[in-house]
């Protein structure tokens, strides 16, 4: 079906159901009647944050996410291999309290996150969350899912965070929260108009994805696994320009200072795998194929298990990808049930891609685009506070 063919058209935004990744358009007035978030649900225009009721009362019935994928200091991201979405709360400059903000995006986080962790009655309070994305051409959006707070595997601090971030050297307080895209493949008109009638959870149209939510706090996150396991050169890059001037930023940095990239490489690995443990740098006469060695923790923190793993680190030029010879040395110094991990600030060869995948080798392929992704995750997003977290890698 073609990209036309999906696009549901201004007019019909009414009475149109909500399907995963489908186009909305907006209107052609040129004006904020164009919206067409305030088509489809009566939210409003304006803000990341979009709800019908009152935060302040804790009476909201319905929240719109909606995210441009364009705030370099703020990066909502959704990973659909595991469902988990990303948001940034609303305190984005000095000068507030933590939840003092206009829209009141960061109380109806607070609370929707507290009352995710009660009682089923507790949970019933809990708003639908739709997201929505800007896509274009001109209002066009994109519809990613219905979310519920939370997911599985994190902790109720996990799943909330209040973070530090500071500019002009002024400080303050901002959410980073993380949410469950639900297997809802459509959320129907019928129920987005019980859900503001307040009988959302017994609508017989409520999906159930969001009653077993509600019932037992039963994540059911759509799941979307990558239909390709090489990827291509473009894949391995960032797109956009500053996520190249951070990478550009690294090389500067190590430039005739490799060892040193090598301590860098495991920080970013510790990024990516938080449940790495000790991990030990070798020395530049004796890696052996190895740039640095480690453990991988498994298990119950009262009974952890750890796996091996070696690590081999390149901090090469955007044009040098990382060939057959290079990956080759890993390759010969792994050892029955360990594996390997490999950094490279540029992108790996498709030959040796597809070998290693082919061959089923374990090893994970870090590109200079997951060590973006991996900072900006970290929120170190600018090149000064890339610049500063790199300075604790550069020896005497």
């Given at each position: 079906m073609s990209e036309t063919a999906r696009v549901v058209p201004f007019s019909d935004l009414a009475t149109a159901d909500l399907v995963i990744d489908q186009l909305y358009d907006g209107g052609g007035s040129g004006t904020a009647a164009d919206d067409p978030i305030a088509r489809l649900v009566p939210v409003g225009n304006q803000g990341g944050f979009r709800y019908s009721g009152s935060p302040k009362r804790g009476e909201v019935?319905?929240?719109?996410?909606?995210?441009?994928?364009?705030?370099?200091?703020?990066?909502?991201?959704?990973?659909?291999?595991?469902g988990v979405f990303t948001y940034y709360g609303d305190n984005r400059t000095p000068g507030h309290e933590l939840h003092d903000t206009r829209r009141l995006g960061n109380v109806l986080l607070r609370d929707a996150f507290e009352w995710s962790h009660g009682s089923v009655q507790t949970r019933r309070r809990v708003p639908p969350f739709l997201l929505f994305q800007k896509t274009g051409p001109g209002r066009r959006i994109r519809f990613r899912g219905l979310l519920v707070p939370g997911a599985a595997g994190l902790t109720a601090d996990?799943?909330?965070?209040?973070?530090?971030?500071?500019?002009?050297?002024?400080?303050?307080?901002?959410?980073?929260?993380?949410?469950?895209?639900?297997t809802a493949a459509t959320v129907t008109r019928t129920w987005l108009d019980d859900v503001l009638d307040g009988n959302g959870v017994d609508s017989p149209s409520c999906p159930e994805a969001w009653s077993s939510w509600v019932a037992g706090r039963r994540f059911q996150p759509l799941l979307a696994p990558t239909t390709s396991t090489v990827r291509t050169p473009e894949e391995q890059m960032p797109g956009a320009a500053h996520q190249r001037q951070v990478l550009t930023l690294i090389r500067e940095t190590f430039r005739d200072r490799e060892h040193d990239f090598e301590a860098c490489a495991?920080?970013?690995?510790?990024?990516?795998?938080?449940?790495?443990?000790?991990?030990?740098?070798?020395?530049?006469?004796r890696d052996g194929g190895r740039d640095a060695v480690g453990e991988y923790v498994l298990g119950p923190k009262s009974d952890p298990i750890t796996i091996d793993f070696a690590l081999e680190a390149k901090c090469y030029s955007a044009s040098t990808p990382?060939?057959?010879?290079?990956?080759?040395?890993?390759?010969?110094?792994?050892?029955?049930?360990?594996?390997?991990?490999?950094?490279?600030?540029?992108?790996?060869?498709?030959?040796?891609?597809?070998?290693?995948?082919?061959?089923?080798?374990?090893?994970?392929?870090?590109s200079g685009a997951d060590i973006v992704d991996a900072l900006r995750s970290a929120g170190l997003v600018t090149k000064d506070a890339v610049a500063n977290w790199l300075r604790q890698f550069i020896s005497d």
């Open positions: 019935r319905l929240v719109v996410l909606y995210t441009t994928g364009a705030e370099i200091d703020w990066p909502d991201v959704l990973d659909p291999q595991t996990d799943e909330l965070q209040a973070i530090w971030r500071s500019t002009a050297g002024l400080r303050f307080q901002n959410y980073r929260a993380h949410f469950t895209v639900l495991v920080e970013l690995w510790r990024l990516i795998a938080p449940s790495t443990g000790k991990c030990d740098v070798t020395q530049p006469s990382v060939g057959v010879r290079d990956v080759a040395r890993l390759i010969s110094r792994l050892r029955h049930r360990h594996f390997g991990v490999f950094v490279t600030t540029s992108y790996f060869h498709r030959q040796v891609y597809t070998e290693v995948r082919s061959d089923q080798h374990p090893i994970a392929l870090i």
